[in-house]
């Protein structure tokens, strides 16, 4: 899951001299922890190759350079690979344990196609087939933008029967229309930000072993 720069950029020379001050937290999100005190603080950060979206801003960066990122106490310098897939839990809980996943959060830098399995299991078992796989893609084509989550592949102990999805799309424009499985959203269902550019949709509540397609342009 962590892993050094060079792993992920063998034949970049910066990937080894920016190996002591950021990582990779899987393959397409980027940190750079800060690591001095103050409300504020400056770090400098090499992006690879590609374009990079900050994660807590929505701003985009062009990689292969070396730019110095200022934070504060509300977030740190975190970037999403065009094309990446960040899933995450809808909300704040107590525990997993009593919690089960029924609200999650995808989001997706736009500028690139991509993909990720979404695996699942009840976190306490070591057989594999007692486990689920979530697959899920997003792919561009000119100004159509598409996002496929497939049908939950496999099943365990104790597993959510439906979700509620919410998709927030980074470095994104104003979409003149979405829709989901084929049907219009409603304008209340999303909502633009247009000083982040940020895309968010709240998906309706769905069953996990159907497949769901949001498109928007």
Do not use: C
């Amino acid at each position: 899951m962590v892993r050094p720069m060079y792993l992920e950029y063998p034949d970049e020379r910066q990937a080894y001299a920016t190996a002591d001050s950021q990582y990779f937290y899987g393959p397409d999100m980027l940190v750079a922890p800060v690591t001095s005190p103050g409300a504020t603080a400056s770090v400098s950060v090499w992006s690879p190759p590609g374009q990079w979206a900050d994660y807590f801003t929505g701003k985009t960066y062009t990689g292969h350079t070396i730019r110095t990122i200022t934070t504060g106490l509300t977030s740190m310098p975190v970037f999403v690979k065009s094309g990446g897939i960040v899933p995450t839990r809808t909300g704040k809980v107590t525990n997993d344990a009593q919690n089960p996943l029924t609200k999650a959060t995808l989001t997706i830098a736009q500028g690139a196609s991509g993909r990720y399995n979404l695996y699942e299991d009840n976190g306490t078992t070591t057989t594999a087939s007692d486990s689920a796989t979530t697959g899920i893609r997003y792919t561009e084509n000119g100004s159509g933008h598409t996002l496929r989550i497939g049908p939950a592949a496999g099943s365990f102990h104790r597993q959510v029967t439906h979700r509620e999805w919410t998709v927030k799309v980074l470095n994104a424009r104003a979409p003149k229309g979405i829709s989901v499985n084929g049907e219009l959203l409603g304008a209340g269902a999303h909502h633009w930000d247009s000083t982040t550019r940020t895309l968010t949709v709240e998906l309706p509540r769905h069953n996990i072993k159907a497949p769901l397609t949001l498109a928007y342009h």
